[in-house]
């Protein structure tokens, strides 16, 4: 392969900036062509990269000097631009939560496994230095409890997509706390069983809950509750993306930025090599192997059945979904 990767976007909104501005800081990749159906978003893009912009994404997909695409796009869009993409045999990026339904998730899964597409999604938070040494730390432990939280202010102020849960989002536990979630899953093992309760206690100017309480067994028989709301203040971030979890004597505490361990009379902070997601994926882009990838989009699909199943069990007072995912290999949280 040349020495400079050429890169596909399409949607081109601030998420997509978030990437592209990470891949601008490469000197061996390049955005050269950005695709959204709102052409000033296109333009703008186009503006901070230098690529071509459209609005049609057939036009970017014809170009012959394409490496790789991301897909920046919202969760009701997901489906036939991953499709056409396969269909070119272009490697690609794919953003959080990888469709709003499973048969969706299902059939782009079939055709990645039939072309051995190399996949990667925005599961970042597997990518962190906390992150890894959380693994470590739980790796051949009995874990007992697992408390999550993700509280945030995003479902206040204008009416938003993220808010339209029927219409286009899916609601807070698909859309937001769906990474926390997959933490859950990443550094706990599967989850087998789910009951969640909702409500709207705040905001009734929106067809979502604001309030939502889970309770999930894990594979491994370890017991777990989340709750998530997008009703506090929005300019405090500071409660969303929280795991406690108990393990041995020791309570290990996982956010976003930083993981801590308490016990035996002390609290210490574990760290380990931080990797970012974007040079991951096109480091495996350049050389085909894929053992650096934490998120392929087959592992993805789990997290979106595991968010569809609390969502389903909301919608039924709190009636239990069980899931049924394959035998896991040993890893954290799996011991007996």
Known sequence: MTKTINIGFVGCGANARGHMEALEKMDDARVCVVCDVAEESARSAAELTGAEATTKLDRLLARDDLHAVYLSLPVFAHGEPELAVIRRGLPFFVEKPVARTMATARRIA?????????????????????????????????IGLIVGQYWSGTGRGDRNRWTMQYEKSGGQILEQATHTFDMMRYLCGEVTRVSAHRANRQLHDIDCADVHVVALTFASGALGSMTTTWAYDPSDWSHANILHITYADHVLRWTADATTRCGGGETRELTAED?????????????????????????AVKSLELCLAINESAENDGKPVTLTPPSPPPGPGLTA
């Open 110 to 142: 079939a055709e990645v496994q039939r072309s051995d597409l190399l996949t990667c999604v925005g599961y970042q938070l597997r990518y962190g230095a906390g992150t890894t040494a959380a693994r470590t730390a739980l790796e051949d432990h009995t």
């Open 275 to 299: 990797a970012c997601i974007d040079r991951v994926f096109i480091d495996a882009v350049r050389s085909g192997d894929r053992s650096a990838i934490l998120s392929p989009y087959d592992d």
